[in-house]
């Protein structure tokens, strides 16, 4: 991002008529959302969640504590209206876009309704724990997905974006690219997903394990680590940060599958790290880990763990009063406050 | 509150279409809400933040970094509508109701013009180092003042309430009755407030003491701790708590200061402890004893250390998120999403 903007913004908010530096986090976000937009009146009030659902072939090992049936369901309860990325994006004011990037079910119906948007790459990846979860084409494909999905939005006015993900076994994939990414062993980025026991957990660590040995994604080529243990809608989500940053709108990264996404995301464009706000800190065991990799701090920790997006509309709002507090306030000029003669300083 | 609504809204946040828990805080928030309005579909749409301001005599001592005038300048920028509250306030959906209870400045212009509300007890407190801040007539008069501000918003049918201050020098009364009620020396209490140096801080807490061991207040009479190193606007915001304790009706405690009242509230009626909602961890260092007194977790840590109510605006949001996540989300069963045969599990 820019600079100078950065700069000017942070000139501006030290003169806003508060303390310095007394709005903590909304501040440097504020900063952050002037350099996106090279502004000091930063505009998110479009807003979008897209929420990209698919399946994976590695559930056959037993990874997960549902089965893939329920992917096809939650995203029909998407459309409903009565998940938790729906209640909790209408009190962020933001609109829902579900994505079949890859659900091993056929949704054409809820495709030729309007109300889901079909990117589907296949139904769902083969089993990574016993060979590439994809194709390099495929890989390709779901990155060039994501990054039309957000093409379109931004074009119809969308200002800012939030991913999200839906599908049954999605961190184990997530899991494998941080490990492939962060060279970490697998049992220090597997984490209980939803809610695993002691025994799965195990199994689940090897089968990452494995995953990677028999792959052996080189670290250096992202689209390599998507195609051997990634998933449809993790390219998707990678691809929908890569064109907000084109686009320059920032885009909040929900949990441990949205930073998995954000991961590829800055290793095909370091620069788009600058674009991205990190919603939350997930309870999902390797969260910290991926927020390390990417350096962001996240602006919530309210032991969230669900994905869909949920942590990205919560944020959007604090995205919100960031944008404001630049835009709108009064300097201590503007506002006729005279600390002049402060005591004590 | 009511422990059987506790129970119902437990039994059915567990059957949301969502694996177990996996929503966080925002369950637990949902789970008080619910027991606080006594229903399973608990409404927070109408919202207000009460902004108590008043000033200190204490800041004779040179307690704090900026000059007393800045009260009265700041009242100004609220009904200008130019102040961080005034703008996190429109993003959380919320009015903002400045009350002046003893700013020690002539504010009936405003008064007259139905910009504010007054309760103005007196013009500023008497200075705590060298006797009781005020007489125990106008701690009650506070206390009352604040219990009818918060009345007759709920009587308009305000359904969610959120505290705020101004008043400079303000979080030196506050560290006070932080040390009256907690017993902890008045280094482990005070902090830096606006910003001040570190001879200043040394001044700030040696002022704190001289007025504990001046005025001696009694921990077992909230109204006496009130009296003698309290303010208005901390009284002010007690009552707007044991108001909306009164009614059934859930109140966001803003910071450092509001937490001083949050205290007050606490002692003077135990209760109502389980109708507050702590919005944020403070940058203010005696913050978190504060929250430990109070028993409560912060939802937010954005290193804010501003007050006027901005975290409480910015943590409405998140209640009004947990209310929607109770009212409007499908259990597994209305959802048709079928995890009846987890596996791991």
Known sequence: VSME?????????????IPRGSLGELLNLAEQLAAIRETLEPSVRHKAVVTMAGDHGVVAEGVSAFPPEVTPQMVANFVAGGAAINV????????????????????????????????????????????????????????EAGIDVADKLIREGVELLATGDMGIGNTTPSSAILAAFSGLPAEEVTGRGTGITDEV??????????????????????VDVLAKVGGFEIGGIAGVILGAAYHKIPVVVDGFISSAGALLAKKLAPASVDYMIAAHQSMEYGHRHMLRELGLQPLLNLNL?????????????????????????LTFEDAGVTPDAPRGE
């Open 201 to 222: 957990l195990k199994n689940k660590a090897r089968t990452i394990q494995r995953a990677l040995e028999i792959n052996r994604p080189d670290p250096n080529d992202p």
């Open 305 to 329: 763990r669900l994905g869909e997006g949920t942590g990205g509309a919560l944020a959007m709002n604090i995205v919100e009063s960031a944008a404001q507090v630049i835009g709108k306030m």
């Open 88 to 143: 909790l994006a209408e009190v962020a004011g933001a609109r829902v876009y579900v994505v079949d990037m890859g659900v091993a079910a056929d949704l054409t119906d809820l495709v030729a309704a309007g109300k889901i948007l079909s990117y589907k790459v296949d139904y769902g990846t083969r089993n990574m724990a016993k060979g590439p979860a994809m194709s390099r084409e495929q890989a390709v494909q779901a990155l």
């Open 5 to 17: 903007w950065r700069q000017k913004a942070r000139t501006y908010l030290d003169k806003l008529a």
